[in-house]
Structures are given as C-alpha cells and as structure tokens.
C-alpha cells in the first residue's frame, strides 16, 4: 500500500471527533466493508488514541446480516438478529457505518420475501441510532463501485466525495442555522418550479440541522411537515431508485396531506408499489432544504443528492418524531427536487430563495 | 469457482456439527472470501447461524500494534460476551502477508493472546467444537514454497480426504498405542523412549484442525530417556526455523540441546520455564495427503510417515500434566530407516506399519 491519502485521515477525525466525540472506555461499533480499510485503520488508531474500544464488525455486506448466509437461511432466523448481534446493538455506546461496497448492486439476486427479512433483522440493530440514544453516523468511504454508479473515475470521485465531506461543518452550522430560524418562524411554505407548486404547513413545527454529525456529507435542514397540510403538485426532475429500481419524473398531486395522484416516466409500478405498502406511505414525512455547496450536480445516490445546493427533498412515509412528525410508515424515501433552474421557495408568501440563491 | 471450495466448506462444517440455531461465528480475512461464503451458505442450510468477523490480519492488526496496552489487556465487554456465548467457531486463516504482523512487539501479541486465552477456555478444552485451516492464498503458498495452483493441490489433497475411514485406521492403530507402556523411537541419530502408561490417546479426524490426520498423546513427564535429532527438517516456531536440532532426555527433562542454526533461540525458549524442557506431546502423522514439509506446523505434523514431539505445555484432557507458556511441535523423519517400537515390538518401520 502507498502513503495514505491525507484526506483519509481528516475524514476519520471528522467522524471520531465531531460526528462522535468519542470518550474513554466506550465501545464503538465499527460496521464496515473490506474496501474501507484506509479508514478503518485510522479510525481504530483515533479510537485507541482516546482509550474507547473500536468493535469492527466488518464483512463482505453490512453487519448484522450476512447476504451469503440469508440467501439459504431459514427464513424465520434470518428475520431475527442473532442474539450475539443483539447484544452488540443495546451495548455499544456509539455506531459509525462506513459503507465501501464492491458492487452497489449486492443484494438484487434476493427475493423481496428474504429481503425484508433481513432489513427486520437490521432494524433491530439500527434501532438505538434511530432513537438517537448514542451517537451515530452513516457515511461512505470512496470505491470503484461507487464512483462508477455515480459515472466518474474514482479519482474524480474521491474529489467529489471528499469536497463535499471535508468542509468548515462550523461555519456550515451557522449558516444553516440562520436559514433554519426564518423556517421556524413561518407557518406556510410553498415550493414553486417546472410542473410544481405545492404548499404545506411548517406550524407548530421546528426543524433540525445536519451538519456533519448523523451523516457526512452533512449539509441539510429538514422538518416533519403537518400531516394533513400538504396541497399542490410535484414534479421530481432528479432520477431516484426503489429497491434498486430507477424511478424518474416522479409527479404527485397531494390532497390534504395525501397523494391523490402518482405517476412516474419510468418505474411507475415501484412508485405505486411504495406509496401503497402501508397508510403513512402516501404522506409526507420529511422536507429537507440542501445547502452542501460541495454537492452541484446528482450523483444517483441519495445520501449526496438530498445536501445538494439549491436543492428541496421531500420523503414519503415515516416523519422523525424528535422534529414533532407523528407520520408512521415502513417508508421513507427521499426524493430530489431541483430548484436552481426557474424555481422558488416561499415562507407565508415571501420568496426566500429563487433559482437556488438565497435572498434571506 | 474451484468446486474443491465447496467440499472443503463442507468438511469444515463437519468439523463442528453445528445443531439449529447455533451460532457459529466464521473468523478470517478478505481474501477467503470464496471459502467464507460457502462455509456462511453451508452452515445456513444446516440451520445454523453464520457470524462473518472479517480482520486484515489474524494477530488484530492495527488494533494490537497501536491500542493502549490496557485496551488490549482488557477486552471490552461486547467481544467477551461475543466470545463466551459463541457456540462454535470456524477460523480461515486467509493471510495476504503471512508477515503482516512482523513489526508489532512480542509483548504486545503476547497481551493479546493472554487477554484472549481465557474466554477461550471452553474452546481450549473441548467443551466447544471449532477448526483452524488455511484458504490458500498467495502468501500463503509463498510460505510454503510453492506457486499457488501448485499449493491449493497440496491443500485440499490434505483436506479432501475420506476423514471417516481415516478415523477407523487410526482408531484401530491408537488401541495398540493406548495398551502399551513404552515407545521407543529409532532412527537417523535418534533413540528415545518414553512412557505413555495410564495416558489414552486421542485421534484428530474432523475435530479442532483441519487438515487433521494425527493421533496424539501427553507422555508421562518424567520418562522420557535419549536422544532425538530432527535432521531432516527445520523445527519451525513463532516464526522462526531452527535447524538440525539434537536434544537429549534424562529422566524426562532436556539435558543437552544444540542445533546447527538459530540455536539461541532454542536454547531461549527452553528457558521459558521449567516446563519447556518437558515433553507435552507425543503425535504420529497420520494423513496421506500430506507427503512434503511445507515449514507450516499444521501441515507437517499430519505428515503420513512422521512423528513429532513437543516441548513445553501437555493436553490436561488426556492427561497431561506439564505446564509451559510455550508448546512446540518438532517433526521427525521415519521414512529414512526409522522405526516406532511399542514394548520392544516393531509396529512402524520406514514409516509403514506392521500391526
């Protein structure tokens, strides 16, 4: 191996020291894949250095299911976390997840029956993060398979990745937070743009700011919506997926807090499939305004595409109950909505950003 | 894929047996990958659980090179309990540098395994089934000399063998070993007796390693009278190779000891303790796959026409009573004019035997 990448090396104290804050004699759980090792390495070497434990669990696919495994398990054991597993989960005092995968197409040869049941399984590990009882976050260390699903050479991409990870998370916070006030203070917001103008109420409601701690790249604020406020019509110009389906030029119409009407250009059965898994999965869960300027362009990959600048997300499905969203769903899937071209967002009738710039 | 993963995959989920519902953590290192998987699928179709716990290298890595050494003396809560309520285990060594821990101090391995040994215990003692084996990988094929087409041959032919009729021969050839007294080793520079009296063997066939292929008994301690030269092979430990050691017993105990290379560091680890100059083992090769030294001790002591003895620390399960911080196995030669006597009787020679 040559000399490490000095960007591997901030990214980890990114992660141990402001994502986490990781103190003496904790146990943190490691869940991580082969290619990350650059990171793993210094993680374990920056959770030493502050006298916690670094539990690795690291596998081919993510900790706690084993894809080999669940594909000829029984089924009933391969819903159910391992108790061993179980026991990690309510333990461990902090989880960082570092996705390096080789092939982001890893799980498509499941059937959806076994697949559900291991993100059963995984939900019980996740669950403690969820509930934002220990510290926690999801990230990504820079891979071949990665970089080609977002159509760049992993050179390229490891300047993509690490522009949009490696930022003063600071000044980024103060910025937001600023944003997030005037959100706050507003009952009504409307979106505006190409095939779009859709309302929905923010009352009673306060947000939260990402901004590099839960996730990195960082670079978002989000709230849960009043359920049944939502009114208008939407058209998704970014490319999303379902289950590992493309879905492109999503439209819903939303009738007091309800889609109405769903259509798609392509992957119109996944979407109908989505919003009709259960009740809570034709309401909105979440809005979320991007503000990572080291995010301009749609990588086809959520995580990244959700902080882009100039950018709203809307989520269908399950709300976060720690920002007042009382929305229940097995769903919640985020979708883009690009706003720098000819699109505008209004507080109670004021535009506060119109083609993507701020005028607040 | 090379079928012979396969079969291999299922031999090793033989070695333990896994029941429903176990949980049977698989340990090893990225490039098993193809043997894990298997393994991870074989054990699913048995219903049994797979824990897949990857590492880069088997001596903890970065972990026990850099961690405070209260970190690696201590191990946190979560992996003890790992350890402890494992019902089983399948360790690959997968290795892509069989020298990746070279830099990290002797005192600092030594913290670990000593953190390690403890919670291991009903591993160590048979109470719970599990198996270390290779998945060969190019270093590991380096080590042994060989290019790697060249050694997964020489692997799964020591792995893929019909281990059911390898037991029965061996169990027949144990119940000799078992009745008798005393066993004289004859052969090149070598004639050493030693006692087994009141000690039953045990025969190595789907059990803790793989490839097995050994039947194996604890000596009585204070037996063991002459001398033995390993002539025709080195004897390899943590790392090193010592040639042409000679060690001569008196009333069990090593009186004299030379070797012709790296002969400090035999005299060293004889000084280990006071059990290191006492036998704890006594193994005789048994697998017909492995017909070459390879410089891997879990290879060369299985080798069919072979005995070995070891230095330092005997089996408590079958007797034993010497303790020692070290256990080294020493392979000697029989194909070259050696022979095995059990109560004056001839009952190997040239490394066939004449029960």
């Known amino acids: ?360 | 894929m090379d079928p012979r993963i396969q079969a291999y995959a299922r031999v090793l989920v033989d070695c333990v047996d896994p029941q429903p519902g176990w949980q049977v953590s698989i340990r090893s290192q990225p490039p098993g990958r193809p043997l894990i998987e298997e393994v991870a699928r074989e054990l699913a179709r048995r219903g049994a659980r797979a824990l897949v716990r990857l590492s880069f290298d088997s001596a903890g890595g970065t972990f026990t090179r850099v961690a405070p050494m209260e970190l690696i003396e201590n191990p946190c809560d979560i992996e003890l309990h790992e350890i402890a309520n494992t019902d089983s285990y399948i360790a690959i060594l997968a290795p892509e540098n069989t020298r990746a821990a070279a830099d990290i101090p002797a005192e600092r391995l030594g913290a670990r395994q000593a953190a390690l040994r403890k919670p291991h215990m009903p591993f160590l003692t048979d109470q719970k089934p599990w198996v270390g084996c290779y998945f060969p990988t190019a270093a590991a094929a380096q080590d042994a000399g060989l290019p790697l087409p060249a050694f997964e041959d020489f692997l799964y032919g020591a792995v893929l063998i019909d281990w059911h009729e390898l037991r029965d021969r061996m169990e027949r050839i144990a119940e000799h070993f078992d009745r008798a007294e005393t066993v004289r080793i004859v052969g090149v520079e070598t004639d050493l007796t030693f006692s087994l009296a009141g000690r039953q063997g045990k025969v190595d066939a789907l059990a803790a390693n793989m490839p097995g292929g050994e039947i194996f008994y604890s000596p009585v301690e204070d037996s063991a009278e002459g001398v033995i030269s390993y002539l025709e092979y080195p004897a390899c430990y943590l790392e090193h190779e010592v040639g042409g050691v000679r060690l001569r017993f008196e009333g069990g105990r090593i009186v004299e000891a030379s070797a012709t290379s790296d002969e400090e560091f035999l005299l060293g680890a004889l000084d280990t303790d006071e059990g290191a100059r006492r036998l704890g083992e006594f193994g005789i090769g048994c697998n017909p796959g492995i017909q070459r030294h390879m410089r891997n001790t879990l290879f060369d002591e299985k080798m069919e026409g072979t005995i070995h003895l070891a230095i330092g620390t005997g089996f408590p399960q079958i007797g034993g009573l010497n303790e020692s911080a070290i256990h080294w196995d020493m392979v000697k030669e029989l194909r070259n004019g050696g022979r095995i006597e059990l109560d004056g009787k001839v009952v190997q020679e040239n490394g066939v035997w004449a029960l």
């Open chain 1, 1 to 360: 191996m040559g000399a490490v990448d000095p960007r591997v090396e901030q990214y980890a104290r990114l992660l141990v020291d402001r994502s986490l804050d990781v103190q003496p004699g904790w146990q943190v759980l490691i869940r991580t894949q082969p290619a990350a090792r650059p990171v793993i390495e210094e993680l374990v070497r920056l959770i030493t250095e502050r006298r916690a434990y670094p539990v690795v669990r690291m596998n081919f696919s993510l900790f706690p299911v084993d894809e080999a495994w669940a594909s000829e398990a029984p089924l009933e054991l391969v819903g159910e976390i391992a108790p061993i597993d179980r026991y990690a989960s309510d333990h461990m005092d902090a989880r960082i997840t570092v996705e390096a995968p080789d092939n982001t197409r890893g799980v498509a040869a499941m059937s959806a029956e076994r697949r559900a049941a291991m993100r059963k399984a995984t939900a019980v590990f996740l669950r403690r993060t969820m509930n934002d009882e220990i510290p926690w976050v999801g990230c990504y260390f820079p891979t071949n398979a990665l970089a080609q699903e977002a159509g760049m050479p992993l050179p390229a991409f490891e300047d993509f990745f690490y522009g949009a990870c490696l930022r003063d998370w600071d000044a980024e916070s103060e910025s937001m937070h600023r944003l997030l006030a005037r959100f706050d203070a507003a009952d009504s917001v409307r979106i505006v743009g190409d095939e779009t103008d859709l309302t929905m109420s923010l009352r009673g409601r306060t947000g939260e700011v990402d901004d590099g701690h839960v996730n990195l790249p960082g670079g978002e604020f989000f709230f849960s919506p009043v359920e049944d406020s939502a009114d208008g019509t939407i058209l998704f110009g970014v490319p999303t997926e379902f289950n590992s389906a493309p879905v492109t030029g999503i439209r819903l119409t939303f009738r007091n807090g309800r889609v109405e009407q769903a259509s798609a250009d392509q992957g119109e059965d996944e979407l109908l499939a989505a919003l009709d898994m259960d009740d809570g999965a034709r309401f909105i869960g979440e809005l979320g305004i991007g503000c990572n300027e080291g995010i301009t362009k749609p990588m086809r990959n959520t995580l990244y595409d959700e902080k882009m600048a100039g950018t709203i997300h809307i989520a269908v499905g399950a709300s976060y109950p720690k920002v007042g969203g009382k929305n229940v769903s097995s769903l919640h899937w985020d979708i883009v909505k690009d706003l720098r071209r000819g699109g505008r967002i209004e507080l109670d009738g004021e535009v506060v950003q119109e083609n993507g710039t701020w005028l607040i």
